[in-house]
């Protein structure tokens, strides 16, 4: 079956220390999503790409990285600058930017230990 | 985009119908609304979407009004699984669909037995 898979489902780090979520997709799609959420809040995007080798930053790119050097992964690292990173991430996709539907992963939860 | 507003939370009674609004009173021309929901800890699934015409799918039906301004999301036989939050979104269909979705705090539906 076609869809986004996400790893893993739950991540601990530490203080200082850069963790890497991956997200995969198998459904062709060009565009591809990250966004955080918070308990009780809507989403807010991170990072997007449209196509590979290209991505743009999203309302809360900092403290953040990613790549997109295959057209079905698109990689979230959370780097040390992220001070407060304690969320549920959330992967999704599209055919491309200006798709109707977006099609998202089962999310990471991420937490600081 | 268009601000929405939604109520935080409705009940309804398992088999009846959950009738869902939405208040979009900035809403121009060529804005859809959009319908997602999102199952506890799981990303949002997409439901149904709309520019002035009432739309009906598999999932549930969309009512809009004559003059746009609000919108309401029809289950018609709600069951236990259908209890999720749902978000109602406005946007430029063919802008930039995951960089322009803005998710909001949606309302929670609770199915009761």
């Known amino acids: 079956d076609g869809g986004i898979t996400q790893s893993p489902k739950y991540l601990f780090r530490k203080e200082g220390q850069n963790v890497t979520l991956s997200c995969e997709q198998n459904?062709?799609?060009?565009?591809m999503y990250w966004y955080r959420q918070d308990p009780g809040q809507g989403l807010r995007l991170i990072y997007y790409s449209q196509i590979v080798n290209d991505f743009q930053k999203g309302d809360i790119a900092e403290g953040y990285s990613v790549s997109r050097e295959k057209k079905e992964s698109f990689p979230l690292t959370v780097t040390s600058a992220q001070k407060n990173p304690t969320a549920f991430y959330l992967c999704a996709s599209s055919m491309g930017l200006k798709g109707e539907k977006l099609f998202f992963g089962s999310g990471t939860q991420l937490s600081v230990l | 985009d268009a601000k929405t507003t939604q109520p935080p939370s409705m009940d309804c009674a398992e088999g009846r119908a959950a009738n869902l609004p939405c208040n979009h009173s900035t809403i121009s021309g060529n804005e859809y609304v959009y319908w997602y929901r999102q199952i506890h800890s799981q990303g949002p699934q997409y439901i149904i979407h709309g520019l002035k015409n009432n739309e009906t799918n598999e999932m549930a039906s969309l009512i809009i009004t004559e003059d746009r301004k609000s919108s309401t999301l029809i289950l018609p036989h709600a069951t236990l699984r259908d209890t999720a939050v749902y978000y109602c979104?406005?946007?430029?269909?063919?802008?930039?669909?995951?960089?322009?979705?803005?998710f909001g705090e949606g309302t929670q539906l609770t199915v009761n037995p």
């Open positions: 979104i406005v946007r430029i269909r063919g802008e930039t669909s995951g960089s322009r979705l803005t």
């Open positions: 459904l062709n799609h060009d565009a």
